[in-house]
């Protein structure tokens, strides 16, 4: 299985992220020895400043980074031995992995930066946690996630203003803001990206003028980069990114989008993730194969899977001590 998932991560990634339109191409990110295991709890706040330095720049190039979320060790190889320069997680592919759904309360915090942590040390590239709506409603759940999350040498990591509850599906203009400042306040480094998240759009409240307005609200209390998933179009994503002065994070592959990394960029977009599409994309051609097998009595999602020696070509010889 693992032949079929790397061969779904190749084709998901491998020149048009999104739309039709041949765009970005991160350079390539040589893979060196691993990085030692680390606790996480001890990890010294200098450990990884040279990657946190390097991942604030690349914020700053003149295409949007590309970051693709990573949900295991494995992944996160892939991922950079195609050439990608950064990575992030994503709750979802983990919690799928899991068995579990992509909700609210699914993953602890333990689980989440346990997972985050193994992808940090699976490959020398910044990453960028899910950090979901930081484990817990209050600003000190959000600051005790963050320093956690720079423990274990994260470059950086996303708080959503989602509750969890679906009848006050977002939490209060003023309560959100206060969790972001107690979020930017708790940082071990300067460097450690801080994304505030801004969730109207998935959660039924299409209302532009407020999402923009904690976006700036974010950014105003020191939030590094914003971020407001769903928004419906490009001339959306553009007024986002001409209300603020951070860089604006946008998630692609929740539908189909005809917009491309090149169109993005051009918007004003300065970082795009996957999100949890490559992961459904995996378990999308997994499901494709099964189904092949228990209806047809074929194998012919062998001749798409990638090659045994294709797919060790990413991997480590050893397991990290």
Same mark, same amino acid.
């Given at each position: 299985m693992?032949?079929?998932?790397?061969r779904?991560?190749?084709?998901?990634?491998?020149?048009?992220?999104?739309?039709?339109?041949?765009?970005?191409?991160?350079?390539?990110?040589?893979?060196?020895?691993?990085?030692?295991?680390?606790?996480?709890?001890?990890?010294?706040?200098?450990?990884?400043?040279s990657?946190?330095?390097?991942?604030?720049?690349?914020?700053? $190039?003149?295409?949007? *980074?590309?970051?693709?979320?990573?949900? #295991? /060790?494995?992944?996160?190889?892939?991922?950079?031995?195609l +050439? =990608?320069?950064?990575?992030?997680t994503?709750?979802?592919?983990?919690?799928?992995?899991?068995?579990?759904?992509?909700?609210?309360?699914?993953?602890?915090?333990?689980?989440?930066?346990?997972?985050?942590?193994?992808?940090?040390?699976?490959?020398?590239?910044?990453?960028?946690a899910?950090?979901?709506?930081?484990?817990?409603?209050?600003?000190?759940?959000?600051?005790?996630t963050?320093?956690?999350? $720079?423990?274990?040498? *994260?470059?950086?990591?996303?708080?959503? #203003? /989602?509750?969890?509850?679906?009848?006050?599906?977002?939490? +209060? =203009?003023d309560?959100?803001?206060?969790?972001?400042?107690?979020?930017?306040?708790?940082?071990?480094?300067?460097?450690?990206?801080?994304t505030?998240?801004?969730?109207?759009?998935?959660?039924?409240?299409?209302?532009?003028?407020?999402?923009?307005?904690?976006?700036?609200?974010?950014?105003?209390v020191?939030a590094?980069?914003?971020?407001a998933?769903?928004?419906?179009?490009?001339?959306?994503?553009?007024?986002?990114?001409q209300?603020?002065?951070?860089p604006?994070?946008v998630?692609?592959?929740?539908?189909?989008?005809?917009?491309?990394?090149?169109?993005?960029?051009?918007?004003?977009?300065?970082?795009?993730?996957?999100?949890?599409?490559?992961?459904?994309?995996?378990?999308?051609?997994?499901?494709?194969?099964?189904?092949?097998l228990?209806?047809?009595?074929t194998?012919?999602?062998?001749?798409?899977?990638?090659?045994?020696?294709d797919?060790?070509?990413?991997?480590?010889?050893?397991?990290?001590?």
């Open positions: 693992l032949t079929l998932l790397a779904s991560m190749f084709e998901a990634t491998r020149i048009k992220p999104i739309g039709g339109v041949a765009a970005h191409t991160c350079a390539a990110a040589p893979l060196h020895h691993p990085l030692p295991r680390k606790e996480r709890t001890i990890m010294p706040p200098d450990q990884h400043a990657r946190r330095t390097l991942f604030r720049q690349m914020h700053r $190039g003149p295409q949007a *980074l590309v970051m693709p979320n990573a949900w #295991d /060790a494995g992944t996160a190889r892939i991922l950079a031995g +050439g =990608f320069s950064a990575l992030a994503t709750s979802a592919g983990l919690a799928f992995s899991m068995g579990l759904r992509d909700s609210s309360g699914s993953l602890s915090r333990e689980q989440v930066l346990d997972n985050a942590r193994s992808i940090v040390e699976a490959t020398e590239l910044p990453v960028s899910d950090l979901e709506n930081g484990f817990g409603a209050s600003p000190d759940a959000c600051a005790q963050v320093k956690e999350a $720079g423990a274990i040498g *994260l470059c950086g990591g996303a708080i959503e #203003d /989602a509750t969890g509850d679906p009848d006050t599906p977002i939490y +209060g =203009f309560h959100a803001v206060d969790r972001i400042a107690a979020a930017v306040a708790a940082k071990t480094s300067p460097d450690f990206l801080v505030a998240r801004a969730e109207n759009f998935l959660y039924g409240r299409p209302d532009l003028d407020d999402t923009i307005r904690r976006l700036q609200a974010f950014e105003a020191g590094d980069v914003v971020y998933p769903g928004l419906p179009d490009l001339e959306s994503i553009r007024r986002v990114c209300s603020v002065s951070v604006v994070n998630v692609v592959g929740l539908t189909a989008g005809t917009a491309s990394v090149a169109d993005l960029s051009a918007a004003g977009v300065r970082r795009i993730s996957t999100g949890g599409s490559l992961a459904r994309a995996a378990l999308g051609e997994m499901v494709r194969a099964a189904t092949e228990r209806t047809e009595g194998y012919g999602y062998a001749e798409r899977a990638i090659s045994d020696a797919a060790a070509r990413h991997m480590r010889i050893k397991p990290a001590s």
